[in-house]
């Protein structure tokens, strides 16, 4: 039963249970992804929904938000609104808050987490040494990363954090975005393909959606250097994985290291059977601070919504 002096709030996909407590407390709260039937679900409760709380990575469907006719707001967890139909929650005049300014932190200590982990052997090397294969032959030879040409593909704030922490490494930094930004210290490249070009290391840090699908694609990956590496803490839309898996397969790039895929959790038998590569279950944000701090960022964007105040972090 409804208590009909707290607002309804539909859960899509499962976030963190310090939040979803929060959300009980608070709001009548009802979890779509634990329906059978999501839609035959929805044709009979959607019009009591207020505000949908959703993940960066799952988003919500127009299919869904035609059966919410009173939805006013959608939630984050998360940064990324490519999931969103926007377009079509600009008819509706329903608002959109993200998780902005928590997660930057995290995800770019993943991309160097991933760029060293790749360049010197880290995930082969804890195999090597627990299969006791030290006791038989010498482990093989990394790559240096100090010293060496980044490229970062998205220069907004992750792209930022991640040259500020490469810049400690010594690297030569450029990058490409859909704006110059003329106050950084860093060199701007015109395209993607010139980047990828004179880059050792290649980090994906743009946002996901149809504009940028496939940006990576079998010419960008041609471009790089057969020793270079990929590394995509961004989305797995932004690269075509058919052409990274022939690439790697044929040894023209050095190897990826990915956190995010374009089919999650499905990962390509091709790329997991790969020994160039270091795989990640998209986990940039996934620490206890972070995941705290985002849970925060959306109560806090929920609370100003139904109490008719500017949403903290609105877009």
């Given at each position: 039963?409804t208590?009909?002096?707290?607002?309804?709030?539909?859960?899509?996909?499962?976030?963190?249970?310090?939040?979803?407590?929060?959300?009980?407390?608070t709001?009548?709260?009802?979890?779509?992804?634990?329906?059978?039937?999501p839609?035959?679900?929805?044709?009979?409760?959607?019009?009591?929904i207020?505000?949908?709380?959703?993940?960066?990575?799952?988003?919500?469907?127009?299919?869904?938000?035609?059966?919410?006719?009173?939805?006013?707001?959608?939630?984050?967890?998360?940064?990324?609104?490519?999931?969103?139909?926007?377009?079509?929650?600009?008819?509706?005049n329903?608002?959109?808050?993200?998780?902005?300014?928590?997660?930057?932190?995290?995800?770019?200590?993943?991309?160097?987490?991933?760029?060293?982990?790749?360049?010197?052997?880290?995930?082969?090397?804890?195999?090597?040494?627990?299969?006791?294969?030290?006791?038989?032959?010498?482990?093989?030879?990394?790559?240096?990363?100090?010293?060496?040409?980044?490229?970062?593909?998205?220069?907004?704030?992750?792209?930022?954090?991640?040259?500020?922490?490469?810049?400690?490494?010594?690297m030569?930094?450029?990058?490409?975005?859909?704006?110059?930004?003329?106050?950084?210290?860093?060199?701007?490249?015109t395209?993607?393909?010139?980047?990828?070009?004179?880059?050792?290391?290649?980090?994906?840090?743009?946002?996901?959606?149809?504009?940028?699908?496939?940006?990576?694609?079998?010419?960008?990956?041609?471009?790089?250097?057969?020793?270079?590496?990929?590394?995509?803490?961004?989305?797995?839309?932004?690269?075509?994985?058919?052409?990274?898996?022939?690439?790697?397969?044929?040894?023209?790039?050095?190897?990826?290291?990915?956190?995010?895929?374009?089919?999650?959790?499905?990962?390509?038998?091709?790329?997991?059977?790969?020994?160039?590569?270091?795989?990640?279950?998209?986990?940039?944000?996934?620490?206890?601070?972070?995941?705290?701090?985002?849970?925060?960022?959306?109560?806090?964007?929920?609370?100003?919504?139904?109490?008719?105040?500017?949403?903290?972090?609105?877009?």
């Amino acid at each position: 039963m409804t208590d009909s002096n707290r607002p309804a709030v539909l859960l899509i996909a499962s976030v963190p249970d310090a939040l979803i407590q929060r959300l009980n407390a608070t709001y009548t709260l009802y979890k779509l992804y634990e329906q059978a039937e999501p839609l035959a679900f929805l044709a009979q409760t959607g019009h009591q929904i207020q505000a949908v709380v959703t993940r960066g990575d799952v988003g919500v469907s127009d299919a869904v938000l035609e059966n919410l006719s009173n939805v006013g707001m959608i939630a984050v967890f998360g940064v990324g609104t490519d999931a969103i139909n926007l377009d079509y929650t600009r008819q509706k005049n329903i608002r959109i808050s993200i998780t902005s300014g928590v997660l930057t932190n995290d995800v770019a200590d993943m991309a160097l987490g991933l760029m060293l982990s790749g360049a010197r052997n880290l995930c082969s090397g804890d195999r090597f040494v627990r299969e006791q294969q030290w006791l038989k032959q010498a482990p093989s030879l990394g790559v240096q990363v100090s010293g060496k040409k980044l490229g970062i593909v998205g220069m907004g704030n992750i792209g930022q954090a991640i040259a500020r922490r490469a810049a400690a490494f010594d690297m030569e930094i450029a990058y490409v975005s859909r704006t110059e930004k003329t106050d950084l210290p860093w060199r701007a490249v015109t395209s993607v393909n010139a980047l990828a070009e004179q880059s050792d290391f290649l980090v994906i840090a743009a946002s996901g959606g149809a504009s940028t699908r496939h940006l990576i694609d079998a010419n960008v990956i041609a471009a790089m250097p057969a020793h270079a590496w990929l590394i995509n803490v961004a989305r797995g839309s932004l690269v075509d994985e058919k052409a990274l898996i022939t690439a790697l397969q044929n040894k023209q790039i050095a190897g990826a290291a990915l956190d995010v895929f374009a089919e999650e959790p499905q990962v390509p038998e091709a790329l997991l059977a790969l020994d160039n590569v270091v795989l990640q279950p998209h986990v940039g944000s996934a620490t206890h601070e972070t995941r705290q701090r985002m849970g925060d960022v959306v109560f806090a964007n929920l609370d100003a919504f139904f109490h008719q105040r500017p949403l903290p972090n609105g877009l």
